[in-house]
């Protein structure tokens, strides 16, 4: 689905709007109303029927009146929906109503990037009682209580009874979410190995053509092969043109596990020689840079990497001259969403002969492996608001909704109607992805599937969307306990619970340092500097224009092996 082939990107504009700062409540122009609690009607009491305006994650305007899931919604909870028709994915449309303070009961916006505090001090929402969510959504509290720090995040400065917002589990971008991959008809080719044992993802529909193997190799054998991709003809074709690595240059997701052999993760904070610093002005990304440019010397590297963004670069590898190429499980195990996404669109076609490995990440000199998770702390992303014309009595049927379609997994019918009905399992019965029938909308319309529900997705509500090759990876590498606790690369200091100005600083200096580090990266790699040269007067630079800031306000949030205990 359409939804999930950019829910990483969602996930990260999302986090936009859970990672801020909250000034405190004082400072705020919308008061906080305490809630008499045994005023309001006992949990299932739905005897006096409500209107609401609601709205969810995927509201895109095109939901139609009386739909089928509004229609069971309305009788199982006696309320009548007021559907929205604002497409809340389009920023301008999202601006004009924040800007005219007309927004629904119950929103998520995907575009827009108002944060919690900003969206409460403008009067466009309220807070929600913490025992409010005890008596009406006993399942959300639970899981915020098992995914630490839920039960400290977003809360109101200053109150430990106030949330400013509701959050979301994503369970999907639980475990390693990037991974390297071969030509493994070129490892062949060449009498080269792989690092381990060896099996197919799929028995058909190019699956077949793909191989993992939860075995790495070292860095140096990464290199050797690389050379080997690029000046020992692979292809057979008896011409030199062949690359061991296409990079992109508008993101750095294709250094992912290269990064992760040095211990590093892009944007994060760790401590060196006993002090904080962020990976892009530390000694082991210097050494990381170092390790590029004599690739790019050496020819391995694609020179044309320079004018590619992501998508061109993925039609770059389907030319079939790029040895290596880094993915996520989905695109291991050829879900629908990742069709034409690099490496596997290499094998999409029935008649090609390629074959792909994809392996662990790989090991660097000192031990190190791994990739740097998705969410920097924990599992929980995104954000859920209720408006501030939301009438206590309101909000308590606003909770039981929430709590219902969202958390209890009873509640299928709102996003794939009835199996056998409205959607078909892809394969085997709940151990692979639901399919809705052609006759009723994926997402809204006549359906109004999604139309009401948050972007939260426990382990199970992680089946219906993804396909069980992909969840057969999860299971074996990917999301595996023992490979999460050694090959995760977290942050050592995060501010997920508000108590810095990082959120301003950033929105100060963010732009201005990401210029300094995206020049100094691409000068480094094609050799335009001399890396050992340049190196001071680059982190000189980075600190005077907000790096000192940035970390002096850094080093005041919690440790996060602290705060995920």
Same mark, same amino acid.
């Given at each position: 689905m359409k939804k999930f082939a950019r829910v990483l990107s969602f996930a990260a504009m999302s986090s936009a709007l859970i990672f801020t700062t909250a000034c405190s409540s004082k400072e705020a122009g919308n008061a906080v109303q305490k809630v008499d609690i045994e005023s309001l009607p006992k949990a299932g009491d739905f005897s006096k029927e409500l209107e609401l305006n609601l709205s969810g994650s995927i509201t895109r305007g095109k939901v139609e009146d009386g739909n089928y899931v509004q229609k069971r919604l309305e009788k199982q909870f006696n309320i009548k929906i007021?559907?929205?028709?604002?497409?809340?994915?389009?920023?301008?449309?999202?601006?004009?109503?924040?800007?005219?303070?007309?927004? =629904?009961?119950?929103?998520?916006?995907?575009?827009? %990037?108002?944060?919690?505090?900003? /969206?409460?001090?403008? $009067? +466009?929402?309220?807070?929600?009682?913490?025992?409010m969510?005890?008596?009406?959504?006993?399942?959300?509290?639970?899981?915020?209580?098992?995914?630490? =720090?839920?039960?400290?995040?977003?809360?109101?400065? %200053?109150?430990?009874?106030?949330? /400013?917002?509701?959050? $979301? +589990?994503?369970?999907?971008?639980?475990?390693?979410t990037w991974t390297p991959t071969f030509r493994l008809d070129w490892l062949e080719k060449l009498g080269i190995? =792989?690092?381990?044992?060896?099996?197919?993802?799929?028995?058909?529909?190019?699956?077949?053509?793909?191989?993992?193997?939860?075995?790495?190799?070292?860095?140096?054998?990464?290199?050797?092969?690389?050379?080997?991709f690029t000046f020992d003809d692979p292809d057979g074709n008896g011409k030199n043109d062949t690359y061991g690595i296409s990079p992109y240059h508008n993101a750095t997701n294709w250094s992912a596990s290269l990064m992760g052999s040095f211990g590093l993760a892009p944007g994060f904070n760790f401590l060196e020689d006993d002090k904080l610093v962020v990976t892009e002005v530390s000694k082991k990304y210097k050494e990381f840079l170092k390790l590029m440019a004599r690739w790019y010397e050496m020819g391995l590297?694609?020179?044309?990497?320079?004018?590619l963004d992501d998508k061109k670069s993925w039609e770059k590898y389907k030319q079939g001259k790029i040895g290596y190429y880094i993915a996520q499980s989905s695109y291991i195990a050829m879900d629908d969403w990742a069709k034409g996404r690099a490496p596997q669109n290499i094998v999409e076609n029935p008649n090609s002969t390629a074959k792909l490995l994809a392996t662990a990440p790989e090991i660097g000199k000192d031990g190190q492996q791994g990739v740097g998770a998705f969410i920097p702390v924990g599992n929980l992303a995104d954000a859920f608001y209720i408006s501030k014309k939301v009438t206590d009595e309101e909000l308590a049927r606003i909770l039981q909704i929430f709590d219902y379609i969202n958390f209890d997994n009873d509640a299928r019918w709102t996003l794939y109607g009835e199996v056998g009905e409205h959607s078909d399992w892809e394969g085997t019965p709940e151990k692979s992805a639901l399919k809705v029938r052609p006759e009723y909308a994926l997402e809204e319309g006549n359906s109004g599937f999604w139309?009401?529900?948050?972007?939260?997705?426990?382990?199970?509500?992680?089946?219906?969307?993804?396909?069980?090759?992909?969840?057969?990876?999860?299971?074996?590498?990917?999301?595996?306990?023992?490979?999460?606790?050694?090959?995760?690369?977290?942050?050592?200091?995060?501010?997920?619970?508000?108590?810095?100005?990082?959120?301003?600083?950033?929105?100060?200096?963010?732009?201005?340092?990401?210029?300094?580090?995206?020049?100094?990266?691409?000068?480094?790699?094609?050799?335009?500097?001399?890396?050992?040269?340049?190196?001071?007067?680059?982190?000189?630079?980075?600190?005077?224009?907000?790096?000192?800031?940035?970390?002096?306000?850094?080093?005041?949030?919690?440790?996060?092996?602290?705060?995920?205990?």
């Amino acid at each position: 689905m359409k939804k999930f082939a950019r829910v990483l990107s969602f996930a990260a504009m999302s986090s936009a709007l859970i990672f801020t700062t909250a000034c405190s409540s004082k400072e705020a122009g919308n008061a906080v109303q305490k809630v008499d609690i045994e005023s309001l009607p006992k949990a299932g009491d739905f005897s006096k029927e409500l209107e609401l305006n609601l709205s969810g994650s995927i509201t895109r305007g095109k939901v139609e009146d009386g739909n089928y899931v509004q229609k069971r919604l309305e009788k199982q909870f006696n309320i009548k929906i007021e559907n929205t028709k604002v497409d809340t994915w389009n920023t301008d449309q999202v601006n004009l109503m924040v800007a005219s303070g007309d927004v =629904p009961d119950t929103f998520a916006f995907t575009a827009g %990037g108002k944060s919690p505090q900003e /969206l409460f001090d403008a $009067g +466009l929402t309220r807070t929600i009682p913490k025992e409010m969510l005890e008596k009406y959504a006993p399942r959300y509290m639970k899981m915020l209580a098992e995914n630490p =720090p839920g039960l400290e995040m977003n809360l109101l400065s %200053g109150a430990d009874n106030e949330y /400013l917002q509701l959050v $979301g +589990l994503y369970s999907h971008v639980d475990g390693l979410t990037w991974t390297p991959t071969f030509r493994l008809d070129w490892l062949e080719k060449l009498g080269i190995d =792989p690092p381990g044992e060896i099996k197919q993802v799929g028995p058909s529909g190019g699956r077949e053509k793909i191989y993992f193997t939860d075995a790495a190799y070292t860095i140096e054998e990464v290199e050797a092969i690389l050379k080997a991709f690029t000046f020992d003809d692979p292809d057979g074709n008896g011409k030199n043109d062949t690359y061991g690595i296409s990079p992109y240059h508008n993101a750095t997701n294709w250094s992912a596990s290269l990064m992760g052999s040095f211990g590093l993760a892009p944007g994060f904070n760790f401590l060196e020689d006993d002090k904080l610093v962020v990976t892009e002005v530390s000694k082991k990304y210097k050494e990381f840079l170092k390790l590029m440019a004599r690739w790019y010397e050496m020819g391995l590297v694609d020179p044309e990497f320079t004018t590619l963004d992501d998508k061109k670069s993925w039609e770059k590898y389907k030319q079939g001259k790029i040895g290596y190429y880094i993915a996520q499980s989905s695109y291991i195990a050829m879900d629908d969403w990742a069709k034409g996404r690099a490496p596997q669109n290499i094998v999409e076609n029935p008649n090609s002969t390629a074959k792909l490995l994809a392996t662990a990440p790989e090991i660097g000199k000192d031990g190190q492996q791994g990739v740097g998770a998705f969410i920097p702390v924990g599992n929980l992303a995104d954000a859920f608001y209720i408006s501030k014309k939301v009438t206590d009595e309101e909000l308590a049927r606003i909770l039981q909704i929430f709590d219902y379609i969202n958390f209890d997994n009873d509640a299928r019918w709102t996003l794939y109607g009835e199996v056998g009905e409205h959607s078909d399992w892809e394969g085997t019965p709940e151990k692979s992805a639901l399919k809705v029938r052609p006759e009723y909308a994926l997402e809204e319309g006549n359906s109004g599937f999604w139309a009401y529900n948050f972007r939260t997705y426990d382990k199970e509500r992680v089946q219906w969307f993804t396909s069980e090759y992909t969840m057969n990876l999860r299971k074996e590498f990917f999301a595996r306990e023992d490979v999460k606790d050694t090959m995760m690369i977290r942050p050592y200091k995060w501010d997920v619970l508000n108590k810095t100005n990082l959120k301003d600083i950033d929105k100060r200096y963010k732009g201005q340092l990401t210029t300094i580090v995206d020049e100094f990266r691409m000068k480094a790699i094609v050799g335009e500097i001399d890396i050992d040269k340049e190196w001071d007067g680059y982190v000189e630079n980075w600190m005077k224009n907000g790096g000192k800031e940035t970390l002096a306000e850094m080093e005041k949030a919690a440790v996060v092996s602290d705060i995920m205990k």
